[in-house]
């Protein structure tokens, strides 16, 4: 019973303490709920499968894609389930450089793992400091930022992406930066909307009438509290680079063909669509496809479990 | 609201005026279209020539008022590929483009609507369910993939629709669509079903959320009570109702068609608008690029604008505030 009293009511006493403590509780908490469907328990069991076999391509594909010394035009083509000249077995089958295409997708999604990551964490930090920007100070920075936003947000996102692409070139690091400017905005939407609630509340109030510095305020007192819709848009959006990526470049102006990602290993199968080599397309955007929507399904899980409208 | 809507509109010409800016930088950032147009043999003169003739020897900010100037007389250009003025080739893209867009709209509307109706009606059904699954992969799995599963299963191997390209081209009205034309409408079916997906998803969604609401409501309570048919419940009272806000996303999500066409008439190699950026992309077709960008920014600042005079004028908040 007194247990209780110190973790709940005592954060005077033990101010260090509590909330390392609560935070535990609320992650078994939060936990706890997620496992309630079980197609997002399955879902995340997928994406964690699918991390280890693509940051850990080097090791359990049996061959690497890149090492064009590797490769044999005789293997050209062969179906799925065929031996080649390296003596085992082409589960998926190979490309028309003879590539294996099951390392070659392991690794593709490698690729898209990073740039979505990458894309996703860049846009969450960025966005975050505009929409707190905009929603603590008001006036004319919020006036003008949000305009901006609103105005980001009303073009599509994959629009903007075509147009950076093309102005800023072709590869892994331009593609970033374009899904970035792209992206940057749902999250500065969000932290935006969310803020201008807690502004309001008592204890923003209170820290700020402290001499902390504005900083401090923003990112210690503010950030935590409009941190649950941010990871749901977060989840959204890495599983939406990752599919304007493979589109970019599926359309030819996303990554080059020296570096593979899932959409120009489709968009090189899409050129042999009409003879009996489905493999070649059919088996990246199996891939991709189960990534996006196990990516979604967590989303939507997460978004449930955080919603504060819903009953406990 | 006069004062609101002078300010918003003096902002709406500012912001195409910036953007105008950036694009024609950014554009002229991408490289030198003269390399891509002739052939690497030809001579320093001819190299020249075709330098002068373009206006590219000129510094950038000269070039964009004559871009500007030109752009004030209607005359956006000549492509430097298709060597016609850049008007006439948007033009002569545009009426496929909006043909597919009409279409898949239209198949998302009479789909997704029926489809959200009954996920919201009866939420826990497994019909329901496999409503709001496919609803899932409507929005998330990338269009180009389905478009290319849809080009395997009923182009390569039921070889029931053909797998490209427009058709047939009919005369309606004095209006030259391929959908006056069987021939065109196997061209055109599955393009706008590939389109109309992302759509259906929304739209599943929006008539779902709305039906589930309204079904708590007092009065589809009191309808019950009074004894009403589920059918004319449905259809008279909760339908009308949710269609305000379904209407309001339906056409603001207009545009975004406008957007995705790209995609899909790239899978489909469909002659619209959406192919004709790609292949200006690739072939650095500056005056294309520009002037379908410049026109793209205006039709979104049109539409951004009309929805913030509709709800100037339906909410007295917004215009008080100056909405600035």
Known sequence: ?312 | MLGYLVRRLAQAVAVVFAMSVIVFVGVYAIGNPIDVMIDPGATQEIRAKLIEQYGLDQPLWQQYFVFLANVAEGDLGTSMVYNIPVVDLVFSRLPATVELVLVSVTIAGVVGIPAGLYAGYRPDSIGAKAIMALSVLGFSVPTFWIGMLLIMAFAVNLGWLPSGGRGDVGEVLGLHTSLATADGWSHVIMPAINLSLFKMGLLIRLTRAGMVEAMSTDYVKFARAQGLPDRQIVFRHILRNISIPIVTVFGLELGSTLAFAVVTESVFNWPGVGKLIIDSILQLDRPVMVSYLIMVVILFVLINLTVDLIYARLDPRVRLKGGA
């Open chain 1, 1 to 312: 019973m007194s247990d209780t009293a110190t973790t709940t009511g005592g954060t005077l006493a033990v101010p260090s303490a509590a909330p390392a403590e609560t935070r535990a509780t609320r992650l078994r908490n939060f936990w706890s709920d997620y496992r309630r469907s079980p197609v997002a328990v399955v879902s995340l069991a997928v994406i964690v499968v699918l991390l280890f076999v693509s940051f850990g391509a080097p090791l359990v594909s049996p061959q690497d894609p890149y090492d064009m010394a590797a490769l044999d035009w005789m293997d050209a083509f062969l179906g799925p389930g065929t031996v080649g000249s390296g003596g085992y077995v082409h589960v998926l089958g190979t490309d028309n450089a003879g590539r294996d295409m099951l390392s070659a997708i392991f690794y593709g999604l490698r690729t898209s793992f990073v740039i979505g990551l990458s894309a996703g964490a860049l846009a969450l930090t960025i966005g975050i400091c505009v929409g707190l920007t905009a929603a603590y100070f008001g006036g004319r920075i919020e006036a003008l930022l949000m305009r901006i936003v609103d105005l980001q947000l009303s073009m599509p996102a994959i629009l903007l992406a075509l147009v950076l692409v093309a102005v800023l070139g072709q590869g892994i690091g331009q593609i970033v930066l374009a899904l970035v400017v792209a992206q940057y905005a749902y999250f500065a939407r969000t932290t935006h909307g969310a803020a201008t609630v807690e502004r309001g509340k008592d204890y923003i109030e209170a820290a700020r009438s402290t001499p902390l510095p504005t900083r401090r305020v923003l990112f210690r007192h503010l950030l935590p509290n409009v941190m649950p819709p941010l990871i749901v848009v977060a989840t959204v959006q890495v599983a939406s680079a990752i599919a304007l990526e493979a589109t970019l470049s599926f359309l030819g102006v996303g990554l080059p063909l020296t570096e593979p990602s899932l959409g120009s290993m489709i968009s090189n199968g899409f050129k042999y669509i009409h003879t009996d080599r489905y493999w070649l397309s059919i088996y990246p955007g199996i891939f991709l496809m189960i990534t996006v929507v196990a990516i979604n399904l967590v989303g939507d899980q997460v978004r449930t479990v955080l919603d504060p409208r819903r009953s406990r």
